[in-house]
T-cell receptor
Framework: SQQGEEDPQALSIQEGENATMNCSYK?????LQWYRQNSGRGLVHLIL?????REKHSGRLRVTLDTSKKSSSLLITASRAADTASYFC??????????FGKGITLSVRP | NAGVTQTPKFQVLKTGQSMTLQCAQD?????MYWYRQDPGMGLRLIYY???????DKGEVPNGYNVSRLNKREFSLRLESAAPSQTSVYFC?????????????FGPGTRLLVL
């Protein structure tokens, strides 16, 4: 299966700390994306990193991709209570649909 | 510019009843998807439509039918609801180039089948 698997399943941190979430996948990909889902809402696209990229930034988000290890990490710096949500990685490979992992639940304590 | 809209937001059905979940997008995307989300299972693709007039099965199509009414609208129908179909249903509209796709999700429909 192409499905990404996030790690850890749940993460609880204090406001102001950094949050690091990981995603591993099984086969070669074209790109990897991270989405956020707030409670009771749909998923929202955060950032995309292509297979030929190693690192990408967007505001307080930093994504890395290691294709040799088939893994990615999402770092949220200086976390805020509003970052509390579930985070999903999604992998996109040739001739297959975008496949989502099961998600990581992040709780940021005020 | 509403993005992706879904109706209804909530629905309670009795076993055997039918209903149609509606989805519409105003982003002029060709592709639209229907997912269900269950605790511990992540998102599972039910059906998708790569363009107006075409539909294809996803990972979990049994018990569902879809209609791509036009480019904007993609509906999901439960002909005879079962308790196993209790879930949160999300519609997504897909922006795609030749090498990547980004999905835009609706707010979801929460369905309880008794």
């Amino acid at each position: 299966s192409q499905q990404g698997e996030e790690d850890p399943q749940a993460l609880s941190i204090q406001e102001g700390e950094n949050a690091t979430m990981n995603c591993s996948y099984k086969t070669s990909i074209n790109n990897l994306q991270w989405y956020r889902q707030n409670s009771g809402r749909g998923l929202v696209h955060l950032i995309l990193i292509r297979s030929n990229e190693r690192e990408k930034h967007s505001g307080r988000l930093r994504v890395t991709l290691d294709t040799s290890k088939k893994s990615s990490s999402l770092l949220i710096t200086a976390s805020r209570a509003a970052d509390t949500a579930s985070y999903f990685c999604a992998t996109d490979a040739a001739n297959s649909k975008l496949t989502f992992g099961k998600g990581i639940t992040l709780s940021v304590r005020p | 510019n509403a993005g992706v809209t879904q109706t209804p937001k909530f629905q309670v059905l009795k076993t055997g009843q039918s209903m149609t979940l509606q989805c519409a997008q105003d982003m002029n995307h060709n592709s639209m998807y229907w997912y269900r989300q269950d605790p511990g299972m992540g998102l599972r693709l039910i059906y998708y439509s790569a363009s107006e007039g075409t539909t294809d099965k996803g990972e979990v199509p049994n018990g569902y039918n879809v209609s791509r009414l036009n480019k904007r609208e993609f509906s999901l129908r439960l002909e005879s609801a079962a308790p196993s179909q209790t879930s949160v249903y999300f519609c997504a509209s897909v922006w795609e180039t030749g090498v990547q796709e980004t999905q835009y999700f609706g707010p979801g429909t929460r369905l309880l089948v008794l």
